[in-house]
């Protein structure tokens, strides 16, 4: 099974609500990524979790809150986003280890902000 | 630093015609790399990989080979479908600190494939 699941796969809210996206493998990875994808743009790194830890965040605002349950789940937490938030974001997971381990994305949930 | 370059699309060719997206990257280390295929409203999908210099990644009658020396992995195809219609996107990987590997994109490259 190499399968990444995303939910949901569209979701609309707007500036003053409260939201979250979860991500989900089993695939035995123990590093997952949230990207955030504009149109006709490759995917930006948001963050990166190492064995439950967050590893890398790359200077993504407060109102965006990662969170590592488990070694299976990945949620993002949404609060007061921007209509500049709107795009695909993606969660992907990896094995740990080497640099030739890929990485496998989920179908990604499109964001609107309203 | 690390980084990607592809060639600017669209693409559009004619069904059964030969395809190439070219890609250079820079790097510090010795990356891994990477060709990653997005269809319309779907998210990225591994197409090949390679590890090591001269290794040639293939799938689904995609190639490419890396190339140290010209620091290049160049996608190729020799009859495209209109089925291959999708973004490519080339990436590398490279340590980083730990023992993550950071993905680094290029700018991906839209290929349309008429009937």
């Known amino acids: 099974d190499t399968e990444v699941t995303q939910t949901p796969k569209h979701l609309v809210m707007g500036m003053t609500n409260k939201k979250s996206l979860k991500c989900e493998q089993h695939?035995?990875?123990?590093?997952m990524y949230w990207y955030k994808q504009k149109a006709k743009k490759p995917p930006e790194l948001m963050f990166v979790y190492s064995y439950e830890k967050l590893s890398i965040n790359e200077s993504v605002p407060s109102r965006f809150s990662p969170e590592c349950p488990n070694s299976s789940l990945l949620n993002l937490h949404l609060h007061a986003l921007q209509p500049e938030d709107s795009a695909l974001y993606l969660c992907?997971?990896?094995?740990?280890?080497?640099?030739?381990?890929?990485?496998?994305f989920g179908p990604g949930t499109r964001l609107t902000v309203t | 630093g690390n980084s990607v370059t592809q060639m600017e699309g669209p693409v559009t060719l004619s069904e059964e015609a030969f395809l190439t997206i070219n890609c250079t990257y820079t790097?510090?280390?010795?990356?891994?790399l990477f060709w990653y295929v997005q269809y319309p409203g779907e998210g990225l999908q591994l197409l090949l990989k390679?590890?090591?210099?001269?290794d040639k990644g293939s799938n689904k009658g995609f190639e490419a080979t890396y190339r140290k020396e010209t620091t290049s992995f160049h996608l190729e195809k020799g009859s495209v479908q209109v089925s291959d219609s999708a973004v490519y996107f080339c990436a590398l990987r490279v340590l980083r600190g730990s023992t993550l590997g950071r993905l680094y994109f290029g700018r991906g490259t839209q290929l349309t494939v008429w009937p």
């Open positions: 790097a510090t280390g010795y990356p891994s």
């Open positions: 390679a590890t090591k210099a001269d």
């Open positions: 992907a997971s990896s094995q740990v280890g080497s640099t030739s381990y890929e990485q496998y």
């Open positions: 695939m035995g990875h123990r590093a």
